[in-house]
């Protein structure tokens, strides 16, 4: 009996990590400063949200979606497979976006 109770709990564990794919990197009036040379990779959605800010100089990759509700500097690269939704101050500064997904919207209440 302790044995079947052993197994179920390593199968149901195994597969939470297949099944709790929905997660959010919420900024929420941090900076998130990203260096020349530095890798950051978002596993789901990135929300720049309040007063963040996020300075890349390197590379982003999300796989999920990027609302900007704040400030983004961009003099790195950002590879993006979800949709790009920009609300507020997104700075390209000759950096570049990447939309590496299928059927990807751009939007949003600012000038993208």
């Known amino acids: ?14 597969l939470s990590d297949l099944i709790c794919k929905s997660q959010t990197l919420i900024n929420n009036g941090e900076i998130i400063q990203i260096n020349n040379g530095a890798i950051f990779h978002v596993s789901g959605n990135l929300l720049n949200s309040a007063s963040g800010l996020i300075n890349n100089n390197g590379d982003l990759t999300i796989n ?5 509700n704040a400030q983004t500097n961009l003099s790195g690269s950002i ?9 507020s101050n997104f700075i390209h500064n000759n950096g570049q976006v990447y939309l ?6 751009i939007g949003g209440t600012s000038t993208t």
Request: a neutral charge.
């Open 1 to 14: 009996m302790l044995k079947s109770i052993f197994l179920i709990l390593i199968i149901s564990l195994t």
């Open 64 to 68: 999920g979606n990027f609302t900007n």
């Open 79 to 87: 590879y993006l497979s979800g949709d790009f939704t920009n609300n």
């Open 100 to 105: 590496t997904g299928n059927s990807q919207n």
